[in-house]
């Protein structure tokens, strides 16, 4: 593969790097700097919680009447529900809203990551794995390593862990976690190089459509009932619209969920969000 350069082999070992260790210390990291007592922030996380379960209620209801094989239902649901949040996300909301609303930005968008992570996790685990036992559903969720780093961090937040102590801990964690995208990224080339799935161009088409515009304007349709400032509804909306995940692939891998279908949306929607997010950035900035 790649004239010998690359083995792909690699692939599944990168995948288990990312999975096991940087992805959840990147989880952790952006739980563990949230601050959960400014002001107002809790009802607008409370409104991105209702906005994007009911999305992903709507969306588990019409892929369970659809005639997609079980595992790809699993795929669909996990691209749209996973958004490349950190990596493109943070970035563009912070050039866009400030360093005086990072704080807003980094607790609503890393909200987005855990509904979506969740909710996805579980729905793999009913579609994929299909133990149709409660209790080992119950125990699969409790064993994966993305939920740790989510429920570790909260904890470290909500206790107010810092200081210096803590500052040594955070720095090889943000260090590892740093590596979650460059390494699933390349991980993602080395299994699509030479490929592109044509069968698949049209579901995937549909995906982007849901990630990219679907959602957030679901988003902005939920936030008529509630009383946002512009701003929190400008950032509710782009952590809605951001591109699929590439750490989504590696959660596929993990799952033996459909790769090929997951790629291709994560490079479909990633080139698409050009054209998206540019335009809520228009309505909001």
Same mark, same amino acid.
């Given at each position: 593969? +790649?004239?010998? /350069?690359?083995?792909?082999? +690699?692939?599944?070992?990168?995948?288990?790097?990312?999975?096991?260790?940087?992805?959840?210390?990147?989880?952790?990291?952006?739980?563990?700097?949230?601050?959960?007592?400014?002001?107002?922030?809790?009802?607008?996380?409370?409104?991105?919680?209702?906005?994007?379960?009911? $999305?992903?209620?709507?969306?588990?209801?019409?892929?369970?009447?659809?005639?997609? %094989?079980?595992?790809?239902?699993?795929? *669909?649901?996990?691209?749209?529900?996973?958004?490349?949040?950190?990596?493109?996300?943070?970035?563009?909301?912070?050039?866009?809203?400030?360093?005086?609303?990072?704080?807003?930005?980094?607790?609503?968008?890393?909200?987005?990551?855990?509904?979506?992570?969740?909710?996805?996790?579980?729905?793999?685990?009913? +579609?994929? *794995?299909?133990?149709?036992?409660?209790?080992?559903?119950?125990?699969?969720?409790?064993?994966?390593? !993305?939920?740790?780093?989510?429920?570790?961090?909260t904890v470290l937040s909500l206790i107010g862990f810092n200081g210096y102590l803590a500052d040594i801990i955070k720095k090889p964690?943000?260090?590892?976690?740093?590596? %979650?995208?460059?390494?699933?990224?390349?991980?993602?080339?080395? $299994?699509?190089?030479?490929?592109?799935?044509?069968?698949?161009?049209?579901?995937?088409?549909?995906?982007?459509?849901?990630?990219?515009?679907? !959602?957030?304007?679901?988003?902005?349709?939920?936030?008529? +009932?509630?009383?946002?400032?512009?701003?929190?509804?400008?950032?509710?909306?782009?952590? %809605?619209?951001?591109?699929? %995940?590439?750490?989504?692939?590696?959660?596929?891998?993990?799952?033996?969920?459909?790769?090929?279908?997951?790629?291709?949306?994560?490079?479909?929607?990633?080139?698409?969000? /050009? *054209?998206?997010?540019?335009?809520?950035?228009?309505?909001?900035?």
């Open positions: 593969m +790649w004239r010998g /350069i690359i083995e792909r082999s +690699w692939i599944h070992v990168l995948n288990a790097f990312v999975y096991y260790i940087s992805l959840p210390a990147l989880l952790l990291i952006s739980f563990w700097n949230i601050d959960w007592t400014a002001e107002g922030l809790l009802p607008t996380l409370g409104f991105n919680f209702l906005a994007v379960l009911a $999305f992903a209620v709507l969306l588990f209801l019409i892929l369970s009447v659809t005639k997609l %094989a079980p595992r790809l239902k699993a795929s *669909v649901f996990l691209t749209v529900m996973v958004g490349n949040t950190v990596y493109i996300g943070f970035p563009i909301m912070q050039d866009a809203f400030g360093a005086v609303h990072f704080g807003q930005v980094a607790a609503i968008a890393t909200a987005h990551i855990l509904i979506g992570l969740v909710l996805a996790i579980m729905v793999i685990e009913y +579609w994929a *794995v299909r133990s149709k036992k409660a209790g080992v559903y119950v125990v699969d969720f409790l064993k994966n390593p !993305l939920i740790h780093g989510v429920a570790i961090g964690l943000s260090m590892l976690g740093a590596t %979650a995208s460059p390494v699933a990224l390349f991980a993602l080339g080395a $299994f699509m190089y030479g490929k592109f799935i044509q069968s698949h161009f049209k579901l995937t088409s549909i995906i982007v459509g849901l990630k990219l515009i679907a !959602l957030p304007l679901f988003v902005l349709f939920i936030a008529n +009932w509630f009383s946002l400032s512009s701003v929190s509804l400008g950032i509710s909306a782009l952590s %809605a619209g951001v591109p699929v %995940a590439v750490t989504v692939f590696v959660i596929a891998e993990q799952y033996k969920l459909d790769l090929a279908f997951v790629g291709n949306a994560i490079l479909l929607s990633t080139a698409a969000s /050009i *054209v998206t997010l540019s335009m809520f950035l228009l309505k909001f900035v």
